[in-house]
């Protein structure tokens, strides 16, 4: 018998073209059953809402806008939020991902003119004009651009474009240091 060794490493990602089809797939399937689409910041105000209204409950019950949150949620656990279940499981398929294809580990990736100090600071910066992004243009990318493409609205698409076209003239001012 003679058998082949599979090479060891981690296997090679999945086809673009095959992922794009079916995050296509997935978001018509939540377009179908929830009659909205995919999006990750809802969970993070559910999550945030959550924590104040355990931390300082007097608070909650005198803002309007935790006592709203709380009502649109049938006066339970804001925690119940199917955006929660979602990015839960994008972490835990994540985590599951990494694990199978043995691409799972904890490493800083940084270009060659670039810093530790300066990946972290700018990764916390990022997170942070990121939720703040997401609060004042009323959700995150995937829930503004994707969502908004798939039932072709026209902020889904002038969002798109104002991604791409942002991300490229901030490259351009930050390509030292990857490159």
Known sequence: MNAEKIPAGPRPYMNPYLAGVLLGLLLTATIYI???GLG???AVKAVTATAVQTIAPSHTASTKFYQEYSVEHGGGTPLKNWL???VAGVL???FLSGLISERLGFKLEKGPG???RARLYGAIIGGILWGVGS???RGCTSGAALSGLAVMSTGGILTMASIFAGAYAFAWF????WL
């Open 92 to 94: 835990l398929g994540a």
């Open 84 to 86: 929660v279940f979602e």
């Open 174 to 177: 930050f390509r030292k240091l």
């Open 135 to 137: 609060q004042l243009g």
């Open 114 to 116: 670039s810093t530790k």
């Open 34 to 36: 929830t009659g909205r």
């Open 40 to 42: 990750a910041s809802g």
